[in-house]
């Protein structure tokens, strides 16, 4: 599949009733050769206006994240699980998060990054297991098949919490660390 059938796919996409309120399909953005992977939970308002994964306040917080640790947006991929933004920025639904996780899954074939940051604790218990705890688990690798993966603090998050913010800024140290050694970016 190419990126353009897959996008096609998204945008043609009717296995959920998230379509249909809309603005602009959500896709993903970045580099689609990218070492990295950050998955985000749905897109927001600004995001969803502007067809772009992470531009509102949390999106400008995650670039200020992977300036602080050198490394360019322009680098990584930025999606999310969910292509369409629920109402009112709500909790994607599981049934949401299944019909759209055929398309992540073609993303990451696509990208064949070599590690996957989870951003927050619905992507994190979506991708890396299904009871996963931010508060205890975040910032830690983990082999799972072919990826690294770690969960990092959703943005939006430390928006409301402040007190997270240094945590944040560990794990995104580790997770620079980790590309140092292991990846050529």
């Not at 959500?26 to 689609?32: D, E, I, L, S």
């Not at 927001?44 to 772009?52: C, N, R, V």
């Not at 992507?123 to 799972?144: C, N, V, W, Y």
């Amino acid at each position: 599949m190419t990126w353009e059938e897959l996008e096609g796919r998204c945008r043609d996409c009717r296995k959920c009733s998230l379509c249909q309120t809309r603005t602009n399909l959500v896709f993903g953005t970045g580099n689609r050769q990218a070492d990295i992977l950050f998955v985000g939970e749905a897109p927001g308002e600004q995001e969803d206006l502007q067809g772009i994964p992470f531009v509102g306040p949390a999106g400008q917080l995650l670039d200020l994240y992977l300036e602080s640790v050198g490394i360019a947006r322009e680098q990584v991929y930025i999606a999310n699980i969910l292509k369409c933004r629920p109402p009112r920025n709500r909790d994607p639904l599981p049934e949401e998060q299944d019909a759209c996780m055929v398309h992540l899954r073609e993303q990451v074939k696509l990208i064949r990054p070599k590690m996957i940051v989870c951003l927050g604790r619905i992507s994190a218990m979506r991708l890396i297991k299904p009871d996963f705890k931010i508060t205890r688990e975040h910032g830690i690798l983990q082999k799972k098949g072919d990826f690294v993966m770690t969960a990092v603090y959703h943005p939006s998050a430390l928006l409301r919490d402040a007190s997270k913010k240094e945590d944040m800024y560990k794990d995104m140290k580790r997770i620079r660390m980790y590309l140092d050694e292991y990846v050529d970016i």
